[in-house]
C-alpha cells in the first residue's frame, strides 16, 4: 500500500524545552496514526546553536569553520535523539539520524555548505518497517566525511531536500508564527495572515527579511515544485500555502511589505572607470562566499566612480578586509562603509502587469519625510535603502498604501 | 623522519572549563614542539554527559540505548572542536575527529560497545601533514554507521586502541590526580603514590573500584603491551607507569588496596541442584550484557542450593528482571537482594609466591569486629564483601595491615 508520505520540519523554539519535544513528538505520531509515512527535520533546540557559537567564541574570535560545524551540528543530534525517545515513550516507533548517516552529501563549504546529493535509501527502509525517521536539520558530510552546516535556516533545506527525493506530499514547515504574513506582525499591527502565495514572492520576501523560511529553501522549493505549508507547531490552524503561481493571486498587486535591518552598505570610492573594474570587486567578493544584494555604480563623468553595494552586517568585516587589497590593485580612492540603513521592500506578483507601484511607493515615504538613499528592483519587488531609525515607519506608511490590512 | 608518536588522554575534569582547555591545548603543543606527533583523545567536559543523560531522563526512564548513544556521544564532539580551537588559537596546527571519522569501528552494544577494529588511515594522513589530531573518545561507530559509545570510561579504550595501531610510544592518560595509589588517598590519608605497576595488578586495581582507569582498556594495554602513564593534567610531575612485571615488583606482597561500593548482591533461592541451572542463570545474565563479579554456590545438602552474585549497581533493575522468568524456568523458589554492600580488596603480584596472605587479611578484618560475607580470589587479589557502613573502616586496617602507608 502506497502512503501519503510527509515531511515535517520543526524549528528551534518549536523544541525549545522537553514539554515542546513532548507535544512535537504527539502531533508526529498523530500524522502516522492517520496513515502517513512520516519524515521529520528537527532543529537544535531553543538557543542551543547561538550557545555552542559563544562558547567557540571565549576560546578564539575566529574559529576554523570546519571545526565550527563540528561543534554546532551537536545541537541538532541532541534535538533527534531527544525527540525519537519521545516518540517511544508515547509507544510508537521511531529512529533518528544524522546528516551524515542519512547521506546528505554537501560541498564542503564549512557554515554554509549546499546540498549536492541526498542518498534517502536508508530513510526508506526504515520507513519501511513502519518507522517515524527523524533527521538531523541543518548539516550534512562532504565527501570526506567532513561534518558541514547549512548555514542560518538550514533545517528548511534539509527539509525541503527530504521532502523533493522523497516525493513528499508536503513539506510542513513548523514555526511560532502561524503563517506567512503582510508584514511582521509584531512591527505592523494590523498585518493578515496570508492564505497561499507563490514561490516567487516567498522567496523575495523569505530574502528580504521575513524570518520565517530560509530563502534558498524556498528556492529549490520552486525548482522541484515541492508544496510548502508555514504553520504553527502551538495550533492546529491552517498556516499558508506556498505553491506554483495560481491565477487567483495576479489579482492581488502588493502581497506584503518587509523589513530587513541586517545589511550594511560599503562604498569603494573614486573608482577608475575602466573595465574590468568591477569584476574585480565582485570577483573578489564572489570568492569570498559573500552574497551580495543591492549594487549601485552611477554614471561616471570625471574618469571615477563610486561603487556601492549592500552585503549582510555579518559579513562586513570579511568584506572590508577582502577590498582592502582590490582597492590597490584597482586604484580607487578608498573604502567607506555605513551600517546605520534598513530595507523596505513591497512584494507582489500583480507588480508585472500594473506599473505605477514604485511611484506610489516613492511618493508614500516621501510623505512622510523618509529619505531614499537606494534603490533595487526585480520583476516583483521593489526596494529601498532608508536610515536604519526610520524603517519600521515606512514599513508600516507602505503597508497602509497598499492596503494590506485586516480591514 | 620517524618522530616519536604519544598518544594522550585527558578526561573530563581536565577539561571542565574554557581555561582548562586553554592549558591542556599549551600542554599538548609543548610534546609536539619537542618533535613529537601527538593524537590526542578527549573526553566530554566536565559533567557534560550525566548532564545529557539527565535530560533523556526527563523524558523517559527507559530510553533506547541506541538513540541513549546518539545523544551522549554530542559530548565529546563538542569538546574536540573547542580542543582543536585552543589549538589554532595558540598557533599550531590541529584536527579534530568524531569517532566515525577515524573508523572506531564497533560491535553493535549501544552504551557499552567493544571496538573491533580502528582504521587509522585519516589519522597518518593528517600527522604527516604536521597537524595535532584530535579524537573524540568514548564513542565509534558499528559496520552500519550506528553510532555507538564504549561504556563509562571508553574514552580510555579509544586511547589505548589507537596507541596500539598507532604504535606509540606511550599512551599517556591525564586525570586530576597524579597517578595511582596504594588506595584511594581521599579516604586513607596516609595512601602513597605508586610509580610503577604492571598491568595485572593495575587490572585488578581498575576492577575493583579504583576509579583511575577502565578496566577494559588496562586488559587490552596489557595484550598489545603499550606501556601507561597515569599522571595529572595540573603538574608536570612523573605519575605511575603501567608496565609489564619487571622482576623488582615481586619484593613488593601487596600493591594497593581498593573499596567498591557501587556492587549490588542478588541471590537466586532454592535452586533445584539439577545440571544447568547455574548455566540457565548466568546464560541468562551474559545474554543480558550485565557484567557479574563475585559468584557463590553453596554444596547442597537438601537438593536445593542458594546462588548468590554481585553485578554492579545500575545493573540490578535489568538483572531481577531477567532472573524473575529464570526463577520460573529453573523451579526455583525467588529472588533476593541487597544493595547495602562494600567489596575490599588487596591485590599484589607478591601474592603469587607467598602464602598467608588470605589469613592475615581475614584476622585484619576480624580484629576490627568487620564481618565477611563473600570471599572471592584470583592469583594476585583477594576480595571481601562486607557491609557498606564498615568499607572505609575496612580499607584503612588493610591498608596499616600490608604497610602500604607513606611512612
Do not use: W
Not at 65 to 79: A, C, H, K, N
Not at 130 to 136: L, M, N, R, S, T
Not at 143 to 157: A, C, F, H
Request: proline share 1%.
Amino acid at each position: 500500500m502506497l502512503k501519503k508520505l510527509i515531511v515535517q520540519k520543526y524549528g528551534g523554539t518549536s523544541v525549545g524545552n522537553i514539554e515542546k519535544i513532548i507535544n512535537v513528538a504527539k502531533r508526529i505520531i498523530s500524522y502516522k496514526n492517520k496513515g502517513h509515512d512520516v519524515v521529520v527535520v528537527v532543529s537544535a533546540l531553543g538557543d542551543t546553536t547561538d550557545d555552542l557559537i559563544s562558547l567557540a567564541s571565549k576560546i578564539t574570535r575566529t574559529p576554523s569553520e570546519r571545526e565550527l560545524d563540528m561543534l554546532i551540528s551537536t545541537g541538532e543530534q541532541v534535538s533527534v535523539a531527544l525527540l525519537a525517545m519521545a516518540v517511544h515513550k508515547l509507544g510508537s516507533e521511531a529512529i533518528s539520524f544524522t546528516g551524515a548517516q542519512v547521506g546528505i552529501i554537501t560541498d564542503s563549504s564549512h557554515t554554509k555548505a549546499r546540498i549536492i546529493d541526498v542518498n534517502a535509501r536508508r530513510i526508506r527502509q526504515e520507513l519501511g518497517k513502519g518507522k517515524i525517521v527523524i533527521v538531523a536539520g541543518f548539516q550534512g558530510v562532504n565527501i570526506d566525511q567532513e561534518i558541514t552546516t547549512l548555514g542560518r535556516g538550514g533545517s528548511d533545506m534539509t527539509a525541503v531536500a527530504l521532502a523533493k527525493v522523497l516525493e513528499a506530499e508536503v513539506c510542513e514547515i513548523y514555526t511560532d508564527v502561524d503563517g506567512v504574513y503582510t508584514a511582521d506582525p509584531r512591527i505592523v499591527k494590523d498585518a493578515k495572515k496570508l492564505d497561499r502565495i507563490s514561490y516567487e514572492e516567498m522567496l523575495e520576501l523569505a530574502s528580504l527579511g521575513a524570518q520565517v523560511l530560509q530563502a534558498r529553501s524556498v528556492e529549490v522549493a520552486s525548482k522541484f515544485s515541492v508544496p510548502l505549508h508555514v504553520r504553527s507547531s502551538f495550533s492546529k490552524r491552517r498556516g499558508t500555502f506556498i505553491t506554483k503561481e495560481v491565477s487567483a493571486m495576479e489579482e492581488v498587486l502588493v502581497s506584503g511589505v518587509t523589513l530587513n535591518k541586517d545589511e550594511a552598505k560599503v562604498t569603494v570610492c573614486d573608482v577608475p572607470d575602466r573595465p574590468g573594474a568591477a569584476a574585480r570587486i565582485f570577483g573578489t567578493i564572489a570568492k569570498g562566499d559573500i552574497n551580495i544584494d543591492m549594487i549601485i555604480q552611477n554614471i561616471s563623468r570625471t574618469g571615477y566612480t563610486d561603487v556601492s553595494f549592500t552585503v549582510m552586517a555579518n559579513d562586513l568585516t570579511k568584506t572590508l578586509r577582502l577590498m582592502k587589497d582590490v582597492v590597490k590593485n584597482i586604484g580607487a580612492k578608498g573604502v567607506i562603509f555605513d551600517k546605520d540603513i534598513a530595507k523596505v521592500s513591497v512584494v507582489g506578483i500583480g507588480m508585472r502587469s500594473h506599473s505605477g507601484i514604485a511611484a506610489k511607493m516613492f511618493k508614500s515615504l516621501a510623505s512622510k519625510n523618509i529619505n531614499i538613499e537606494m534603490i533595487s528592483t526585480s520583476e516583483i519587488k521593489i526596494s529601498c535603502i532608508v536610515r536604519k531609525g526610520k524603517g519600521e515607519k515606512a514599513m508600516k506608511v507602505l503597508h497602509q498604501t497598499f492596503g494590506l490590512g485586516r480591514k
